[in-house]
C-alpha cells in the first residue's frame, strides 16, 4: 500500500495542528475564558507581594480601635451611642484631618433614657416622660457627628435595607460611570439621624475572594448613585474638596480622586490592594483614646478610622500576603497607599500584552523546537522562563504595574513539555521501527549467512583431500590447502590419477573474491577437469588442453571474470612433469640444502581472455628431493597491519632452508604459517592456496 | 583512486590512473573508467605511471575496457607501468593482449597506426 498520501495529510494536519491551537488559546485568554488563569494569575501577583511587599513610609491613618481590652474595660458590645459620641469627641479634640466609621448602625440605641425608661417596672410616668425629655444617645452622637469631620459608611445589599443613599456629589469627566462600577441595589444604612450628621458617605463593601481581599472599589454604585469608598472619602473630607472626581474613557473607568489627587483605578473603578505587613502601630485602643490615655498629638492631622479588632465582632480576612488582619486595617493600607501614591495598576492593555507574548513565545518553541539541539534549547527555555519571571517581579516592583508573566511562562513551558513529549514518543516508535528493522536484518543476515555456510562447505567439499586421496600411492607426497578471504572464495585446486601412472594437478585464482569469484571457481574447476578426462592426454599436450579448457570456459562469461591457472601432470614412474602456465605465478622448486627456484616457462594470458589461444606446454624432470609449490596471490600479496606486502621475496626466504626429512605437508604448513605470522591477524586481502608436490622414486 | 582524462593532438585520449588498483581502488574508478572508454573508434593510452600496485580486480578493469574499445573498432595501449606492476601485467600474460608502451610516441604510434 502507498502510505504517502496518508502520511502527507496527517503531517499536514500536525503541521497546523499547534499553531491553530495557540491562535484559539490567545482568544480565550483575550476573552479571559481559559481555565484556572485566574488562579495561576492571582497566584503569582501575590507571589510579587509576598517577594516585595509595600513598605509602609508615611503613617496618615490611625486606627481607633475598639479591641479585647475596649470591650473588657468599657463593656460588651454594642457600647451606648453616648459612649461613641464622647469616643468622637475625644478624636474630635485631637484635631484629626478626618474620622471614617468602619461600623454601621442601622437601629437607634436601645440603651436611650426614654427606651432604657421603658424597661423599668411600675416607672412614675412622670418621671418616666421626663426621662424621655432627654435627648436620645443616637442625638448626642449625632451631634458630635455634627461637630467632627466623620465619614459613615453604608454596606451594599443586593435585597432589603435602602434604595436611597446619601452621597457626596460626584465630579463625572467623560461618560457615566455608573454601569461599569460594581452595582447594589440595596443598602444597609446608618439611622437618618446620623446619616444627616456626618460630613462624608462612603461604601463599605469590598469583594472577598476565598477569604482573600485583593480589590476594592474605590466607588461602586447603589440603586442610581455613586458612592466613594471609605478612603477616598476620607481623603475627600480631609482635603477639604467639595466633591470626588471620577474619570472615564471608552468604556472604561481611568481613575477616581479628589482635589489635588488623582488615583488610577481598574477599568471598574477597584483598586488592587499594595499591602504592607501587619503593624500594630496603626492601632490605637478605644478604651485608652477615651480615658486620655493617649498623646494629645497621636492623632493630629491623620485619618481616623474607627474600627473594631475585638474577637467575636468581626471576620479577619485575609491579605494577599497570607495575613489576617481586621477588616479596618486593610481600609488603612488603602489609604496608605493612595497617601504614598504606592498603588497597584493593572493596566488596561495588559491583555494584549499578555496575549502577544504568549503568540511570540509560543510560536518562537513551535519553530525552535525542531530545529535546535537539546543542549542548546535547554539552556534558552531556562533562559526565557527567568526572564519572564525577572520582568514581571521588575514591573512590579518599580511600576507599580501587575502584568501576568505566569501565563506566557506556563504557556511556553505546557508547549515545551508537550513537544518534548512528542519528540519522546516519535523517537519511541522510531526506535522501536529501527528495532524490527534490526531484527529484520539479523534475521535477513543469519539466513544469508546460513546459506553462505552452506555454500562454503559445498566449496570446500568439491576440493580433493589429499590426506585421503592418494593414500595408497607411495610414489606421490602432496599436500594442498585454499582459506578463502571471505566465506566462500575464487581460488581453486584439484588432483586426480589420470590413469594408473600419471596424476593431473592443477590451482587457480579468479580474479576478485566472494560469491562471484566462488561461482566462476566451480565452474572452472568442473570444465577443466571435465575437458582434462575427456581429452586425449596421451600425447602429454597441456597446452592443448589449456585451450580447449580457455573456449569452455570463455563460453558464457557475462561478468568478464577470468582464471589464472597452473596445470601440470606427473608421470610417477620417471618424475617427468609436464605443465602449462595460463598468467599463473610461476610456481617454486624448493630442495633440502637448496635456495628456492623459480619454475621456467613462459605462459600466456589467464583463461578466459581471449577466446583463442595456443599455450604452451613445458617439460621439467622432477628429482625425489625436490618439492613442487604452487600457490596464488594471497600469499605474495598478504598484507600486515602496516600495510605491507608479503612480496615473493619474503616466501622464498622462508622457504629458503628446509629440513632433509620435510615432507610436502610440513613445507606447506612451513610456507602458510610465514604468511600468517606476517599478516598478524590482518584481515586478508585476497584467498589464499598452497599446493606442495613431490615425487618419490620407486627406487629409494 | 584517481582517474582523469586528458585530450592529446589527434584525437588520442590519455587516461591517467593514480593508486592502488585493488577491488576498492577499481571500485571508485570503474564507471566513470567505462565512461571514458565507452565511444566508438578511440584511441586510447592509459599511463599506469603512477599505480603501485595491481591486484586480479585490476587486471579485470584494465581488459574490460580494453575489449569494450577493441570492440567498438578502437585501440588501448598501457603507457609506462611501474616495474612490480609491469611483471605482473606479463607474468599474468596481459601485455599480450593490451600493448604496454614506454614512451608516448611508442604509444601514440600505436593506437593511432
Known amino acids: 500500500m502507498d502510505r504517502r498520501p496518508l502520511s502527507r495529510f496527517i503531517s499536514l494536519r500536525r503541521g497546523w495542528a499547534a499553531p491553530l491551537g495557540l491562535v484559539v488559546l490567545i482568544a480565550l485568554h483575550l476573552v479571559g475564558a481559559v481555565p484556572f488563569q485566574e488562579t495561576l494569575r492571582t497566584f503569582s501577583f501575590d507571589l510579587y507581594q509576598i517577594l516585595s511587599p509595600r513598605e509602609r513610609v508615611s503613617a496618615p491613618v490611625v486606627i481607633v480601635d475598639i479591641d479585647e481590652s475596649s470591650l473588657q474595660s468599657l463593656g460588651q458590645w454594642p457600647w451606648p451611642r453616648s459612649l461613641m459620641a464622647q469616643l468622637v469627641e475625644r478624636i474630635h479634640a485631637m484635631e484629626p484631618a478626618a474620622v471614617a466609621f468602619d461600623i454601621i448602625m442601622p437601629e437607634a440605641d436601645r440603651t436611650s433614657p426614654c427606651q432604657s425608661a421603658q424597661y423599668i417596672p411600675n416607672i412614675d410616668q412622670k418621671l418616666a416622660k421626663a426621662i424621655c425629655r432627654l435627648p436620645s444617645n443616637d442625638t448626642l452622637l449625632a451631634e458630635k457627628l455634627k461637630q467632627s469631620r466623620v465619614v459613615l459608611g453604608v454596606a451594599g445589599v443586593d435585597d432589603g435595607g435602602s434604595d436611597s443613599v446619601n452621597a457626596p456629589p460626584m465630579h463625572a469627566v467623560g461618560e457615566d460611570p455608573k454601569r461599569l462600577l460594581r452595582h447594589f441595589t440595596h443598602a444597609l444604612t446608618n439611622l437618618p439621624e446620623l446619616e444627616q450628621a456626618a460630613s462624608g458617605h462612603a461604601i463599605l463593601s469590598a469583594d472577598i475572594e476565598r477569604g482573600v481581599v485583593r480589590r476594592v472599589p474605590l466607588i461602586a454604585a447603589i440603586g442610581e448613585t455613586v458612592l466613594p469608598s471609605l478612603s477616598l472619602e476620607s481623603l475627600r473630607i480631609a482635603s477639604g474638596s467639595p466633591n470626588f472626581l471620577v474619570k472615564t474613557r471608552q468604556d472604561r473607568v481611568e481613575g477616581v480622586g479628589v482635589e489635588g489627587l488623582f488615583i488610577p483605578t481598574q477599568e471598574d473603578g477597584t483598586l488592587m490592594v499594595h499591602y504592607s505587613h501587619h503593624d500594630p502601630a496603626r492601632f490605637l485602643s478605644a478604651a485608652s483614646v477615651l480615658k486620655g490615655e493617649v498623646d494629645s498629638d497621636a492623632l493630629r492631622q491623620k485619618l481616623v478610622l474607627v474600627g473594631f479588632s475585638g474577637l467575636g465582632l468581626v471576620d479577619f480576612p485575609s491579605t494577599a500576603l497570607g495575613e489576617r488582619v481586621p477588616g479596618v486595617e486593610i481600609h488603612a493600607q488603602v489609604m496608605e497607599s493612595i497617601f504614598d501614591q504606592d498603588t497597584l495598576l493593572r493596566p488596561y492593555w495588559s491583555l494584549w500584552v499578555e496575549g502577544t507574548a504568549m503568540m511570540a513565545l509560543g510560536l518562537a518553541i513551535l519553530w525552535g523546537f525542531p530545529r535546535m539541539k537539546a543542549t542548546v534549547l535547554v539552556p534558552i527555555v531556562a533562559s526565557v522562563i527567568v526572564a519572564l519571571a525577572l520582568t514581571g517581579f521588575m514591573l512590579y516592583r518599580y511600576q507599580h504595574w501587575l502584568i501576568d508573566v505566569a501565563s506566557p511562562m506556563f504557556l511556553f513551558v505546557v508547549m515545551f513539555g508537550a513537544m518534548l513529549a512528542d519528540s519522546l514518543i516519535r523517537e519511541e516508535l522510531q526506535l522501536k521501527a529501527l528495532e524490527q528493522d534490526l531484527q529484520r536484518q539479523r534475521e535477513q543476515a543469519a539466513k544469508v549467512h546460513g546459506e553462505m555456510e552452506a555454500a562454503k562447505r559445498f566449496q570446500m567439499g568439491i576440493l580433493p583431500d589429499y590426506r585421503e586421496t592418494f593414500t595408497n600411492e607411495p610414489r606421490l607426497d602432496i599436500a594442498a590447502r585454499m582459506e578463502p578471504a571471505k566465506m566462500v572464495g575464487g581460488d581453486l585446486y584439484d588432483f586426480f590419477m589420470l590413469d594408473e601412472h600419471r596424476v593431473f594437478f592443477s590451482v587457480g585464482d579468479v580474479c576478485g573474491k566472494g560469491v562471484p569469484a566462488s561461482l566462476f571457481m566451480v565452474i572452472s574447476k568442473t570444465l577443466c577437469k571435465s575437458v582434462a578426462l575427456r581429452d586425449d592426454l596421451h600425447y602429454m599436450n597441456l597446452g592443448k588442453l589449456m585451450r580447449h579448457a580457455n573456449q569452455e570456459i570463455s563460453r558464457d562469461n557475462p561478468e568478464m571474470l577470468f582464471v589464472t591457472a597452473f596445470i601440470g601432470l606427473l608421470d610417477l614412474r620417471t618424475g617427468e612433469l609436464i605443465y602449462c602456465n595460463a598468467g599463473h605465478e610461476p610456481p617454486l622448486l624448493l630442495a633440502p640444502g637448496c635456495r628456492p627456484q623459480e619454475l621456467d616457462g613462459a605462459g600466456g594470458p589467464p583463461i578466459s581472455i581471449m577466446d583463442d589461444y595456443d599455450y604452451k606446454t613445458h617439460k621439467y624432470i622432477l628429482s625425489s628431493e625436490e618439492f613442487l609449490c604452487i600457490f596464488t596471490d594471497g600469499a605474495t600479496e598478504a598484507f600486515n597491519p602496516a600495510q605491507e606486502e608479503y612480496g615473493k621475496e619474503r616466501l622464498m626466504q622462508g622457504l629458503d632452508d628446509i629440513p632433509p626429512q620435510a615432507t610436502s605437508e610440513t613445507v606447506m604448513n612451513l610456507a602458510w604459517n610465514n604468511v600468517s605470522a606476517f599478516t598478524d591477524g590482518a584481515e586478508p586481502s585476497d584467498d589464499l592456496t598452497m599446493m606442495v608436490i613431490r615425487w618419490r622414486s620407486s627406487r629409494t | ?113
Not at chain 2, 43 to 53: G, R
Not at chain 2, 55 to 60: A, D, E, F, L, V
Not at chain 2, 69 to 88: D, F, H, I, Q, Y
Open chain 2, 1 to 113: 583512486m584517481n582517474i582523469q582524462e586528458e585530450l592529446l593532438p589527434n584525437g588520442v585520449v590519455k587516461i591517467h590512473l593514480s593508486g592502488r588498483m585493488d577491488i576498492a581502488g577499481v571500485g571508485e574508478i570503474e564507471t566513470r573508467f567505462a565512461g571514458m572508454t565507452a565511444s566508438p573508434r578511440m584511441a586510447i593510452i592509459v599511463d599506469m605511471s603512477q599505480v603501485p600496485f595491481m591486484s586480479s580486480i585490476g587486471i579485470r578493469a584494465l581488459l574490460i575496457n580494453a575489449k569494450a574499445v577493441s570492440k567498438r573498432g578502437g585501440k588501448l595501449v598501457l603507457l609506462s607501468p611501474e616495474a612490480n606492476v609491469e611483471k605482473v601485467l606479463v607474468t599474468s600474460g596481459i601485455d599480450q593482449i593490451i600493448p604496454i608502451c614506454h614512451s608516448q610516441e611508442e604509444a601514440v604510434g600505436k593506437v593511432t597506426a
